[in-house]
Nanobody
Framework: QVQLVESGGGSVQAGDSLTLSCVAPGRTFSIFGLGWFRQAPGKEREFVASITWRGESTAYADSVKGRFTISRDNAKNTLYLQMNSLKPEDTAVYYC????????????????????WGQGTQVTVSS
């Protein structure tokens, strides 16, 4: 079992920035592909970004491309999501997720590609 704990959410104004973090206490972080998803009220959970277990490849949803950056620090067992130029439509609960160890491929868009999920952190963007 892999426990994932997100932090960094909050309430901001449109145009502001936030950085989300996700840690996996006590686990070998570097062997998992990682991703961020979000779920707005009344909507399905959607893919935001993913990063390979080596960190050499990233993928983004079109809605966040150019504004969000996913990164990882395996030495700190931490995943990040830098969010710039936030918009009200970015308001959602953000979840980090981990695949099974050593996943194939360079992007993980589907939620069923992930084996472990955090509890989520709320991001609210006001206009």
């Amino acid at each position: 079992q892999v426990q994932l704990v997100e932090s960094g959410g909050g309430s901001v104004q449109a145009g502001d920035s936030l950085t989300l973090s996700c840690v996996a206490p006590g686990r070998t972080f570097s062997i998992f592909g990682l991703g961020w998803f979000r779920q707005a009220p009344g909507k399905e959970r959607e893919f935001v970004a993913s990063i390979t277990w080596r960190g050499e490849s990233t993928a983004y949803a079109d809605s966040v491309k150019g504004r969000f950056t996913i990164s990882r620090d395996n030495a700190k067992n931490t995943l990040y999501l830098q969010m710039n130029s936030l918009k009200p439509e970015d308001t959602a609960v953000y979840y980090c997720a981990a695949t099974s160890p050593f996943p194939r491929g360079t992007s993980y868009y589907r939620s069923d590609e992930y084996a472990y999920w955090g509890q989520g952190t709320q991001v609210t963007v006001s206009s």
